[in-house]
């Protein structure tokens, strides 16, 4: 019962990916290979299975490209840790404020 649940998921996944997918010619009109699968494939199958896709037919970026990412995750997580420790300022300003009147 799980095992069918599962392979459903999966399935289900690979057909939003491939309808998805950013790039015209990526996949197939069918399922992808890993959608494919038996539910007699091994472990030893699967992981055959996973390499190929992943060596072959896996899109993998730049360096360039790579570095264009990090960059923009980095200055986004400093500008969200800047939004967090002002409106932490702020509340705390707002507390001190508050239990002053109640001294």
Request: glycine share 4%; charged share 20%.
């Amino acid at each position: 019962m799980w095992r069918k649940l599962i392979l459903d998921l999966h399935t289900g996944i690979a057909q939003l990916v491939e309808h998805w997918s950013p790039k015209p010619g990526v996949g197939s009109s069918s399922l992808s290979s890993r959608a494919k699968k038996d539910t007699d494939m091994n472990i030893i199958e699967y992981c055959k299975v996973s390499y190929e896709e992943l060596v072959h037919k896996t899109t993998w970026p730049t360096r360039s490209e790579l570095m264009n990412s990090a960059v923009l995750v980095l200055v986004a997580s400093l500008c969200i840790a800047l939004v967090v420790f002002v409106i932490d300022q702020v509340f705390q300003h707002g507390m001190e404020v508050i239990y002053g009147l109640f001294r």
